[in-house]
């Protein structure tokens, strides 16, 4: 008979030990691909920054993210507010 038999009521604990487990395994791989993506904003020009939609105050902004935080999903609400503001050119006609 094993020495470690798992009750219904455990597995819950289980389960929560073991995503606890799975995130803390993927953390490194969640810091370098933060990371990255934050160095590719950080050598784009400003134009490039422009052409997106972005500042060089978001990506100093970024600075303040938790080292696994993906840096994109603060920056498309920056994207869409100020797109959902900015004035519309419309073209006359001739």
Not at 65 to 94: Q, W, Y
Request: aromatic share 4%; hydrophobic share 45%; net charge positive.
């Amino acid at each position: 008979m094993p020495s470690f038999i798992v009750s219904p009521e455990s597995e819950p604990l289980i389960g929560r030990v073991a995503a606890a487990v799975r995130r803390a395994v993927a953390w490194p791989a969640r810091v370098v691909a933060a990371r990255k993506a934050m160095t590719q904003l950080a050598g784009m020009s400003d134009h490039e920054l422009q052409d997106i939609g972005l500042t060089r105050q978001d990506i100093a902004d970024l600075a303040a993210l938790p080292l696994d935080a993906d840096p994109t999903l603060p920056l498309v609400g920056r994207r869409s507010t100020r797109a959902r503001f900015r004035p519309r050119n419309f073209e006359r006609a001739a």
